[in-house]
C-alpha cells in the first residue's frame, strides 16, 4: 500500500528538519535519508511544510480519478467547506469547472457536517465527562497510536465527509461514486479504508493542477444552472474554521449543559491530553482541528492568501448561502463509527544502554547533553533512545560531529610536516600547528600546545615582517597561490589559500634549505635523471631491436632471390 505522505529519498538532503519538526517523530534516518515510518505517522502533513528540497511528497490520486470516471456513470465530487478560501471564483464557477472534468455533480460536503453537527447538538444533554469530537482524521490517528487511554471518549459519529458520502449513496444509489476534494491529506488516508464509503479523496491543488493540465479556466464559460447538488446547505460552511463545529452546534441545541470548548494545532492538542485526565469530573465537548486555525490552514492548499483573507472569504460564502436561505435534502446517512485503537508501543531501553550510546557520542557528563535539538530530538537520551531503535545515526549529533571534525583538524595540523597558520582576514592568527611556531618563533617545540594558545589573536605581521603572503590573494580572483620567501637567510616555499570569502586566509610553509629538504630534492632529482636515462636506454634498444629485424629480413630476401635464379639457370 502507498501512503498519503511518502519520502523521495534520492532528492533527501540529510538536514534533519522533518525530524524536528516531526510532532510525533515518525521519521526513521538511513544513510542521510530520513523516511517516514507510517505506521508511527499522523499525516498531519507537517514534514511536507518544513522540507526544504521538497523531498516529502503528497501521493497524486488524480490518475485514480480519471479511471474512475471512464468506469463509473455516476462520480459526484463532495467539496470541503474551505473552498472559497482557495478558489477566488463563484460557486457556480467552481462547479462548472468541475463538472468539466466529467463529474456527475458537485456536492458541499458541509451537508455531512449539519448532519454530524445535529447529531452531536442532540447529544449534549448526555455528555458525561469529556467528549472529543470525530472530525479531524489527524486528531484521530494521533489519540489511537499515542493515547489510546482517551480513545472512550472520542465521539462514536462519523466525520462530516463520511456521512455525506453515505448520504450521497443513500440519495444516488450504491453504484455512485465519491471523490473527495479538499485541504486535508490525512483524508486520503480516510478513503483508504475498506469500510468507508469514500471512493477517492483529492487536494484543492491536485484539483487545480488537473483543471491547469485540461485547460479549463475558472471563471469561464459559465453554467448558469450550475448548482449543488442535492442542495447548498446554510449553518455548516463555517466547519472550515476553529469554532464552526461548535457555532453549528450552538445553532441546533435548544440548551447546551457541557461545555464547549475549539483547540487547533497538534502541540496545542497533545498539551491538553494529561488535562483532560485531570478534569474527568468537568462535562465539556472539545473540537479537535490538526492544523493551526482549523481545515482554511491545510496542507493540501495553496498558500495564495493568508489566514485571515482566507476565513473572511469563508464567512462571506456563509453569509452569502444565509441569504438564499437555502435548506439541504433531509437524507439518511450513516453516523456510527466506531474508532478502534492502535496503540504505538514505544520501545524502552536500560539506562546502561542510553548511557553507552552516549558515551560513543562523547557525552560523558550531563553538561556533556546539550538537549540543543539539532539532531531532531528533545533530549540527548531520546536520541539515544532513537540511536537504540534503528530510528536514527550518530552522525545526527551535531556537536559530535563538530568536536570528531576538530580532532581531525588538530591531528592533521599536528602530524603535517610543513607549518601551518590559519588567519583571519585582517592577518591575526586564528590557528597554527607546531611545526610553525618551530620554524618562526624562538619557543622551545615541547612547550607548542601552550605556546599556540598564546599565538592566537597575534599579527602575523609580528612574526613574518613585510611577507605580504596574502596580498595577492586579496587583489585577485585566486584561490590559490605559490611562491618563495627568504627569511634570515632561509628559503620558504609558500601556499597561500583563500577560506570562503576573504573570511579567513591559510598558508603552508616548506623550508627547502634544510638538509632534509636538500637530501630530499637531491635524491628525487636523482631518481628523476636514472629514470630519464632508463628510458632513452630502452629506446635505443628498441630501435636496435628494430634495425637488426629489418637488417634480417633484407639478407634473407636476397638469399631467397639468389636461391630462386639459380635453379632456374640449372
Known amino acids: 500500500m502507498k501512503f498519503p505522505i511518502y519520502t523521495e529519498k534520492t532528492i533527501c538532503r540529510d538536514c534533519y528538519k522533518c525530524v524536528r519538526q516531526c510532532p510525533v517523530k515518525a521519521i526513521k534516518v538511513n544513510d542521510g535519508s530520513a523516511v517516514i515510518v507510517h505506521d508511527l505517522c499522523i499525516f498531519c502533513g507537517r514534514c511536507i511544510e518544513v522540507c526544504p528540497v521538497n523531498a516529502k511528497k503528497v501521493r497524486s ?27 477566488d471564483c463563484t460557486a457556480a464557477e467552481l462547479i462548472t469547472a468541475i463538472k468539466k472534468l466529467g463529474f456527475s455533480g458537485v456536492s458541499e460536503t458541509s451537508i455531512g457536517a449539519e448532519i454530524v453537527g445535529k447529531d452531536a447538538a442532540s447529544k449534549m444533554d448526555t455528555i458525561k465527562g469529556m467528549l472529543i469530537s470525530s472530525a479531524c482524521p489527524t486528531v484521530k490517528e494521533l489519540i489511537r497510536k499515542y493515547r489510546p487511554s482517551l480513545v472512550p471518549r472520542m465521539a462514536d459519529t462519523a466525520s462530516p465527509l463520511e456521512a455525506h458520502a453515505s448520504l450521497l449513496k443513500n440519495t444516488y444509489g450504491k453504484n455512485a461514486r465519491v471523490v473527495f476534494i479538499g485541504p486535508c491529506i490525512s483524508k486520503k488516508l480516510e478513503a483508504d ?51 464552526g463545529m461548535l457555532n453549528t452546534i450552538r445553532a441546533s441545541a435548544s440548551a447546551i449543559e457541557p461545555d464547549l470548548i475549539s483547540c487547533s494545532g497538534i502541540s496545542n492538542i497533545i498539551g491538553t491530553f494529561d ?70 508501543r514505544p520501545e524502552s531501553f536500560t539506562d546502561d544502554e542510553i548511557e553507552e550510546v552516549l558515551l560513543s557520542l562523547d557525552k560523558r557528563s550531563k553538561e556533556d547533553e546539550m538537549n540543543c535539538g539539532g539532531c531532531g530530538y528533545n533530549t540527548c537520551r531520546d536520541f539515544a533512545a532513537a540511536i537504540l531503535s534503528g530510528k536514527a545515526e550518530q552522525n545526527m549529533c551535531v556537536t559530535n560531529m563538530r568536536k570528531l571534525a576538530e580532532k581531525k583538524s588538530n591531528a592533521l595540523m599536528k602530524a603535517m610536516p610543513l607549518g601551518v597558520v590559519i588567519t583571519d582576514v585582517n592577518e591575526k592568527i586564528l590557528e597554527c600547528n607546531e611545526k610553525f611556531i618551530n620554524l618562526f618563533t624562538d619557543i622551545d617545540s615541547s612547550l607548542a600546545p601552550e605556546a599556540g594558545l598564546r599565538l592566537e589573536g597575534a599579527p602575523l605581521e609580528r612574526l613574518l615582517p613585510g611577507c605580504g603572503i596574502f596580498d595577492k590573494l586579496k587583489n585577485s580572483p585566486l584561490h590559490t597561490t605559490e611562491d618563495k620567501m627568504r627569511i634570515d637567510g632561509k628559503v620558504f616555499r609558500t601556499f597561500a589559500f583563500r577560506i570562503g570569502k576573504e573570511e579567513m586566509f591559510g598558508a603552508v610553509f616548506q623550508d627547502i634549505t634544510s638538509p632534509a629538504v636538500r637530501r630530499e630534492t637531491i635524491i628525487r632529482k636523482t631518481e628523476e635523471v636514472i629514470e630519464k636515462s632508463l628510458n632513452s636506454v630502452q629506446q635505443i634498444a628498441s630501435l636496435l631491436g628494430e634495425n637488426a629485424a629489418e637488417t634480417q629480413l633484407i639478407l634473407n630476401s636476397l638469399i631467397e632471390s639468389y636461391t630462386d635464379n639459380e635453379d632456374h639457370k640449372e
Not at 488524480?62 to 467547506?81: F, G
Not at 464509503?197 to 444552472?225: K, M, N, R, V, Y
Not at 483532560?276 to 490538526?290: C, P
Request: aromatic share 6%; hydrophobic share 40%.
Open 193 to 243: 479504508d475498506e469500510t468507508s464509503d469514500i471512493d477517492l479523496a483529492l487536494t484543492f491543488i491536485e484539483l487545480t493542477e488537473w483543471l491547469e493540465a485540461e485547460g479549463i479556466e475558472l471563471g469561464g464559460d459559465c453554467d448558469p444552472d450550475a448548482h449543488f447538488i442535492p442542495e447548498q446547505t446554510v449553518k455548516a460552511a463555517e466547519f472550515a474554521v476553529e469554532g
Open 61 to 87: 490520486d488524480t490518475a485514480r480519478a480519471k479511471q474512475l470516471l471512464k468506469l463509473n456513470e455516476t462520480v459526484i465530487a463532495s467539496i470541503a467547506p474551505s473552498f472559497p478560501a482557495e478558489f
Open 275 to 344: 488535562d483532560i485526565e485531570n478534569l474527568k469530573e468537568r462535562n465539556i465537548f472539545l473540537e479537535y482541528l490538526a492544523c493551526d486555525g482549523g481545515c482554511i490552514s491545510g496542507r493540501g492548499m495553496s498558500q495564495t492568501c493568508g489566514y485571515l483573507e482566507k476565513r473572511l472569504r469563508v464567512l462571506d460564502y456563509q453569509q452569502l448561502s444565509l441569504k438564499e436561505s437555502l435548506r439541504p435534502a433531509e437524507a439518511a446517512a450513516e453516523l456510527e463509527k466506531i474508532i478502534p485503537p492502535a496503540p504505538v
